[in-house]
Protein backbone atom coordinates (compact mmCIF):
# COMPACT_ATOMS: atom_id res chain seq x y z
CA UNK A 1 0.00 0.00 0.00
CA UNK A 2 1.17 3.23 -1.36
CA UNK A 3 -0.13 5.39 1.62
CA UNK A 4 1.50 3.24 4.64
CA UNK A 5 4.97 3.84 3.27
CA UNK A 6 4.69 7.57 3.24
CA UNK A 7 5.69 7.83 6.67
CA UNK A 8 8.63 6.03 6.48
CA UNK A 9 9.86 7.57 3.11
CA UNK A 10 9.32 11.19 5.20
CA UNK A 11 11.20 9.90 8.34
CA UNK A 12 8.13 10.38 10.39
CA UNK A 13 8.69 6.69 11.45
CA UNK A 14 6.22 3.65 11.74
CA UNK A 15 2.79 4.26 10.49
CA UNK A 16 0.30 3.42 13.10
CA UNK A 17 -2.73 4.14 10.83
CA UNK A 18 -4.91 5.40 7.94
CA UNK A 19 -8.04 7.46 8.52
CA UNK A 20 -10.63 9.20 6.32
CA UNK A 21 -10.32 13.11 6.57
CA UNK A 22 -12.12 15.80 4.54
CA UNK A 23 -12.68 19.16 4.02
CA UNK A 24 -14.95 21.83 4.01
CA UNK A 25 -16.50 20.60 0.98
CA UNK A 26 -16.67 16.79 2.41
CA UNK A 27 -18.67 18.13 5.25
CA UNK A 28 -21.03 20.20 3.02
CA UNK A 29 -21.45 16.96 1.09
CA UNK A 30 -22.42 14.99 4.16
CA UNK A 31 -24.99 17.97 5.03
CA UNK A 32 -26.61 17.25 1.47
CA UNK A 33 -26.65 13.79 1.60
CA UNK A 34 -28.49 14.03 5.31
CA UNK A 35 -30.90 16.71 4.14
CA UNK A 36 -31.92 14.31 0.68
CA UNK A 37 -32.71 11.30 2.98
CA UNK A 38 -34.98 13.84 5.20
CA UNK A 39 -36.76 14.85 1.96
CA UNK A 40 -37.48 11.73 0.53
CA UNK A 41 -38.51 10.82 4.09
CA UNK A 42 -40.89 13.76 3.47
CA UNK A 43 -41.64 12.50 0.42
CA UNK A 44 -42.50 8.87 1.14
CA UNK A 45 -44.95 9.70 3.89
CA UNK A 46 -46.76 12.56 1.36
CA UNK A 47 -46.86 9.66 -0.90
CA UNK A 48 -48.56 7.27 1.56
CA UNK A 49 -50.98 9.65 3.17
CA UNK A 50 -51.92 11.69 0.29
CA UNK A 51 -51.92 8.46 -2.63
CA UNK A 52 -51.72 10.55 -5.75
CA UNK A 53 -51.62 8.48 -9.27
CA UNK A 54 -48.21 6.92 -9.79
CA UNK A 55 -47.38 7.08 -6.35
CA UNK A 56 -45.87 3.65 -6.26
CA UNK A 57 -43.27 4.91 -8.96
CA UNK A 58 -42.46 7.94 -7.66
CA UNK A 59 -41.83 6.70 -4.27
CA UNK A 60 -39.69 3.95 -6.31
CA UNK A 61 -37.37 6.91 -8.02
CA UNK A 62 -37.25 9.25 -4.88
CA UNK A 63 -35.82 5.65 -3.00
CA UNK A 64 -33.92 4.75 -5.89
CA UNK A 65 -31.58 8.26 -5.36
CA UNK A 66 -31.52 7.68 -1.75
CA UNK A 67 -29.97 4.48 -2.60
CA UNK A 68 -27.48 5.32 -5.28
CA UNK A 69 -26.04 8.56 -2.82
CA UNK A 70 -25.42 5.97 0.04
CA UNK A 71 -24.07 3.72 -3.26
CA UNK A 72 -21.53 6.56 -4.08
CA UNK A 73 -20.47 7.72 -0.26
CA UNK A 74 -19.30 3.87 -0.17
CA UNK A 75 -17.66 3.50 -3.23
CA UNK A 76 -15.88 6.59 -2.60
CA UNK A 77 -15.01 5.22 1.08
CA UNK A 78 -13.59 1.90 -0.55
CA UNK A 79 -11.61 3.98 -3.65
CA UNK A 80 -10.20 6.76 -0.67
CA UNK A 81 -8.79 3.57 0.92
CA UNK A 82 -7.16 2.06 -1.85
CA UNK A 83 -5.88 4.86 -3.70
CA UNK A 84 -4.58 7.16 -0.57
CA UNK A 85 -6.98 10.33 -1.14
CA UNK A 86 -7.70 11.84 1.82
CA UNK A 87 -5.97 10.23 4.44
CA UNK A 88 -4.13 10.65 7.53
CA UNK A 89 -1.71 8.63 8.37
CA UNK A 90 -0.50 8.55 12.19
CA UNK A 91 3.17 7.31 12.63
CA UNK A 92 5.24 6.84 15.45
CA UNK A 93 7.23 10.72 14.27
CA UNK A 94 4.50 12.48 12.83
CA UNK A 95 1.47 12.46 10.87
CA UNK A 96 0.61 12.56 6.77
CA UNK A 97 -1.96 14.46 5.26
CA UNK A 98 -3.01 13.78 1.71
CA UNK A 99 -4.83 15.45 -1.09
CA UNK A 100 -7.48 14.73 -3.48
CA UNK A 101 -4.85 13.16 -5.62
CA UNK A 102 -3.38 11.00 -3.05
CA UNK A 103 -0.22 13.15 -2.58
CA UNK A 104 1.12 14.55 0.30
CA UNK A 105 -0.52 17.75 1.33
CA UNK A 106 1.12 18.17 4.29
CA UNK A 107 3.39 16.37 6.73
CA UNK A 108 4.10 17.29 10.75
CA UNK A 109 6.96 15.90 12.93
CA UNK A 110 5.95 15.47 16.51
CA UNK A 111 8.18 17.53 17.46
CA UNK A 112 6.95 20.83 15.77
CA UNK A 113 3.48 20.61 17.12
CA UNK A 114 2.93 23.17 19.65
CA UNK A 115 -0.70 22.33 20.16
CA UNK A 116 -3.56 19.88 18.92
CA UNK A 117 -6.74 21.44 19.08
CA UNK A 118 -10.53 19.16 18.94
CA UNK A 119 -13.67 20.21 18.13
CA UNK A 120 -16.60 18.73 17.59
CA UNK A 121 -19.65 18.94 15.65
CA UNK A 122 -22.80 16.96 16.33
CA UNK A 123 -26.18 17.54 14.91
CA UNK A 124 -28.80 16.30 13.00
CA UNK A 125 -26.89 17.86 9.47
CA UNK A 126 -23.22 17.56 10.24
CA UNK A 127 -21.54 15.26 12.41
CA UNK A 128 -17.36 15.65 12.95
CA UNK A 129 -14.57 16.51 14.43
CA UNK A 130 -12.31 19.27 13.32
CA UNK A 131 -8.50 19.09 14.01
CA UNK A 132 -6.35 21.65 13.98
CA UNK A 133 -2.51 21.45 14.28
CA UNK A 134 -0.32 24.21 15.42
CA UNK A 135 3.22 24.41 14.76
CA UNK A 136 6.57 25.59 15.30
CA UNK A 137 7.71 27.93 12.16
CA UNK A 138 4.54 26.84 9.82
CA UNK A 139 0.71 27.25 9.32
CA UNK A 140 -1.53 25.09 10.96
CA UNK A 141 -2.62 22.29 9.36
CA UNK A 142 -6.73 21.66 9.51
CA UNK A 143 -8.66 18.91 8.25
CA UNK A 144 -11.83 17.04 9.17
CA UNK A 145 -13.13 13.67 10.52
CA UNK A 146 -16.15 13.04 9.42
CA UNK A 147 -18.81 10.82 11.92
CA UNK A 148 -20.04 11.17 15.32
CA UNK A 149 -17.22 8.65 16.26
CA UNK A 150 -14.32 8.07 14.16
CA UNK A 151 -11.13 6.57 14.86
CA UNK A 152 -8.92 9.57 14.02
CA UNK A 153 -11.11 10.96 17.00
CA UNK A 154 -9.10 8.59 19.48
CA UNK A 155 -6.03 7.64 17.61
CA UNK A 156 -4.24 11.23 16.85
CA UNK A 157 -5.35 12.87 20.84
CA UNK A 158 -3.40 9.15 21.85
CA UNK A 159 -0.16 9.44 19.62
CA UNK A 160 0.51 12.95 20.25
CA UNK A 161 -0.03 12.49 23.91
CA UNK A 162 2.63 9.72 23.45
CA UNK A 163 4.93 12.19 22.24
CA UNK A 164 3.87 15.14 24.69
CA UNK A 165 1.56 16.76 23.20
CA UNK A 166 -1.39 18.06 25.27
CA UNK A 167 -4.81 18.91 23.23
Known amino acids: MKGARLGLRLGLGEPR ?12 LQMFRRLAVALVAVLLVTLVVKKPPGAFVKGGVAVAVVLA ?36 RDAVAWRDVTVLNRTATLSLWMTFHRFEIARNGAAPLAFLALGGNPDLAV ?10 IRP
Open 69 to 104: LFALKLTWARATARFGIRRCYVCTGGLVVTNLLGGV
Open 155 to 164: ALPNQAARNG
Open 17 to 28: GSYAVAGVVGGV
